[in-house]
């Protein structure tokens, strides 16, 4: 399926656009401070304000060999898109046939189906199969008869905030930069289903997640985090990703223990908000060591709750 059929759902009659496009993974403060400037721009010209969001990375499809894990999934970023009051978000597949497409082609194609008066794009785009820059895109737009407008990066401690940046920040535990970069804590979220009770056992029992092979990996190890449960409460808890190297191992393992909390959330999808990174996984000489060392982990992760405000 192409351009034209994927954008066909938010086609107007007679209707106008503001448009932006790109994947947005993450939608940090760089893709924030370029959809904030596509709704101003499409209210000041009494148009609808429309983002196309790749659901994978163009450069993946280019070359396969370049898999990138995101940090949000497809769905997940278009609601964090929708919160900035966008008319409409599409997320549309990057299949063989926009592969090909020049810049020319796929800026015409939107013209004609959306009625695109203005672009808004980073000054770092780069567009088409041609992958022509933002000079060339400008010279497209002066031709056919519509706008393009710009938005700088966003610069945070001398560096450009990017999606690859957070995703590294997150690999090595640097939740607070990513925090900062992204303007919200990382998020990450899964079904609730049954472990084998080992945490249980130890006196800290925990929710066992499921959680995407295709989302990025947080630094593997204990972190301060606030667990957002199914019926709206948010609760300070502390989360492991890991391995499990002391009991054997389990690749992968995604746990959130909630002090004082006994409840049965099994078969329900919860979430939990980074806060902190306590300390690296690692492989204990017995089982009692681990239950010293989790104890201590959570009467530290206790003791920071217990200086921060309840979130709202």
């Not at 706008?147 to 607070?176: C, E, F």
Request: with cysteine; aromatic share 6%; net charge negative.
């Amino acid at each position: 399926m192409g351009l034209q059929e994927q954008i066909a759902p938010i086609e107007e009659p007679d209707g106008t656009a503001c448009v932006t496009v790109g994947t947005f993974d993450g939608v940090h403060k760089g893709h924030q401070a370029l959809l904030n400037t596509l709704v101003e721009t499409a209210k000041q010209n009494d148009t609808k304000s429309v983002a196309i969001s790749f659901r994978q990375p163009p450069r993946s499809v280019i070359n396969p060999s370049q898999q990138t894990p995101h940090l949000y999934d497809a769905h997940a970023r278009a609601a964090l898109i929708q919160e900035h009051g966008v008319d409409a978000v599409q997320l549309i597949d990057f299949d063989d046939e926009i592969r090909v497409m020049s810049a020319d082609e796929f800026l015409t194609t939107l013209q004609n189906s959306l009625g695109m008066t203005h672009l808004i794009i980073g000054e770092r785009a780069i567009m088409g199969h041609d992958r022509i820059n933002v000079n060339q895109i400008d010279h497209i737009a002066n031709r056919n008869g519509f706008h393009l407008q710009t938005v700088p990066p966003v610069i945070r401690n001398g560096k450009i905030v990017s999606s690859s940046l957070i995703r590294s920040a997150m690999a090595s535990g640097d939740v607070k930069s990513a925090a900062d970069m992204l303007g919200r804590q990382y998020e990450r979220g899964g079904r609730v289903h049954r472990g084998f009770a080992v945490a249980r056992e130890m006196g800290v029992p925990t929710a066992n997640l499921q959680w995407s092979r295709q989302l990025v990996m947080p630094a593997k190890g204990i972190y301060a985090t606030w667990a957002k449960l199914p019926d709206g409460r948010i609760l300070p808890s502390a989360t492991y990703f890991g391995d499990n190297p002391t009991l054997g191992g389990n690749l992968g393992t995604f746990e959130v223990h909630i002090s004082d909390f006994d409840e049965d959330l099994y078969g329900h999808e919860m979430s939990v908000e980074f806060i902190e990174f306590i300390r690296p996984d690692k492989e204990f000489d017995n089982v009692d060591q681990l239950n010293q060392a989790i104890q201590s982990d959570v009467a530290k992760i206790d003791q920071i709750f217990a200086d921060l405000p309840s979130p709202e």
